[in-house]
């Protein structure tokens, strides 16, 4: 039987070390204040075994294997992305951003002017019937217009179309 620094020497240890272990469940408990050198170096050599072969949570609880694991996820994923961009599968939010302002800008100018452009005529005309369909008309004609728009990106040369 053997004091917590006496298994600190007998597996070259720190004290705080055989006190980490001895917390973290990898060495035996002391047993009346006496540790059992034997079982402290079979659990410390069994703990270093595993250690090395990968197969142990460290001390943060993380699995070594599982990590490789997870890291190589990652590589791939980066590598995958690389090459969707390369393609150019990929497109940078700030362009999309661009873009989708850019549309919305066209609409809310098609749409605006829409009231002085039917005023006079929707004014003279009494007939609901005749107001509803200059209003389908001009919606639609409005509509398709924005259909045809092309939204160019920033690399891509506007005469391309």
Do not use: K, W
């Not at 699995?63 to 490789?68: A, C, P």
């Not at 961009?85 to 850019?102: F, I, T, W």
């Not at 002017?113 to 008309?137: C, I, K, N, W």
Request: net charge neutral; proline share 4%.
């Amino acid at each position: 039987m053997a004091s917590q620094i006496e298994v600190g020497r007998h597996l070259d240890l720190s004290d705080r070390s055989v006190r980490e272990l001895l917390t973290r469940g990898i060495l035996p408990p002391a047993r009346r204040g006496e540790h059992d050198l034997d079982a402290c170096r079979i659990a410390y050599l069994r703990h270093m075994r595993a250690v090395a072969a990968g197969r142990t949570l460290g001390p943060a609880g993380d699995d070594l294997t599982t990590e490789r694991a997870r890291l190589a996820r990652e590589q791939a994923d980066a590598v995958a992305i690389r090459n969707a961009v390369s393609r150019r599968e990929l497109l940078r939010r700030v362009d999309v951003s661009r873009a989708v302002v850019g549309a919305f800008n066209i609409v809310r100018d098609r749409l605006s002017a829409l009231p002085a452009r039917l005023a006079g005529t929707l004014a003279a005309s009494t007939e609901p019937a005749d107001v509803r369909a200059r209003l389908e008309t001009a919606i639609g004609d409005v509509l398709a217009e924005l259909a045809e728009t092309r939204v160019v990106t920033v690399e891509e040369p506007a005469d391309a179309a």
